[in-house]
């Protein structure tokens, strides 16, 4: 059964650091792009990053870029989320997703083409 599980979530002040973390079970992440996504309160999910199987390439979200970066490690089936400088309007629900590779060496950003997802981890930021 494929399952992705994302951890690491929580509670930051802003200007805070987290690093959250995308296990897959099931599959090998290996063969597939992976996008992190987050959903606020009232707010449609909206991509943040994602990451191409061979990691050739790499994309962000206008309002994260500089401040939060993708990674893999294939060999432990797993993808990071780190995030610093946290502010309160990243305060949402994060989801990892996955998608077979189509074409190498890209990612998309849009959440229709994801066929995987987690469940979700809660990032608040809040003093």
């Known amino acids: 059964q494929l399952q992705l599980v994302e951890s690491g979530g929580g509670l930051v002040q802003p200007g805070g650091s987290l690093r959250l973390s995308c296990a897959a079970s099931?599959?090998?992440?290996?063969?597939?792009?992976i996008g992190w996504f987050r959903q606020a309160p009232g707010k449609e999910r909206e991509g943040v990053s994602c990451i191409s199987s061979s990691s050739s390439s790499t994309n962000y979200a206008d309002s994260v870029k500089g401040r939060f970066t993708i990674s893999r490690d294939n060999a432990k089936n797993t993808v990071y989320l780190q995030m610093n400088t946290l502010q309160p309007e990243d305060t949402a629900v994060y989801y990892c997703?996955?998608?077979?590779?189509?074409?190498?060496?890209?990612?998309?950003?849009?959440?229709?083409?994801?066929?995987?997802w987690g469940q979700g981890t809660q990032v608040t930021v809040s003093s």
């Open positions: 997703a996955a998608e077979p590779t189509v074409v190498q060496g890209m990612c998309a950003m849009e959440r229709a083409a994801y066929d995987y």
């Open positions: 099931g599959f090998t992440l290996v063969y597939y792009d």
